[in-house]
Nanobody, 122 residues
Framework: VQLQASGGGLVQTGGSLRLSCTAS????????LTWFRQVPGKEREWVSS???????YYADSVKGRFIISRDNEKNAQYLQMNNLKPEDTAVYYC?????????????????WGQGTLVTVSS
């Protein structure tokens, strides 16, 4: 199984980015898809999840600005990030899990992408 994250980069405050994560080797529609992020020196934090029923969940810090989505035909998940702030600067990781009891519990996720860096300049 491989997850490949992409779409990170440098953007100014207020700008937008769209992260993508494609998976191979899994039956994608059954999985809960999630994004985490991590600032160097800090713990990784949960950002957003979308489950197999397409229900979406967001951390309070990104609610109203980020949109998570999935395309089961392409085995892909996306994170549209709008109105970006300097505090959104982090390495963003995609993760998928088949039985996720808590969206923010890292141990519930079987597979992880390699991370993509998002830098928001002030």
């Amino acid at each position: 199984v491989q997850l490949q994250a992409s779409g990170g980069g440098l953007v100014q405050t207020g700008g937008s980015l769209r992260l993508s994560c494609t998976a191979s080797g899994v039956t994608f529609p059954y999985y809960t898809l999630t994004w985490f992020r991590q600032v160097p020196g800090k713990e990784r934090e949960w950002v957003s999840s979308i489950n197999s029923a397409n229900s979406t969940y967001y951390a309070d810090s990104v609610k109203g600005r980020f949109i998570i989505s999935r395309d089961n035909e392409k085995n892909a998940q996306y994170l549209q990030m709008n109105n970006l702030k300097p505090e959104d600067t982090a390495v963003y990781y995609c993760a998928i899990g088949i039985v996720v009891l808590r969206n923010d519990l890292e141990s519930d996720y079987e597979f992880w992408g390699q991370g993509t860096l998002v830098t928001v300049s002030s």
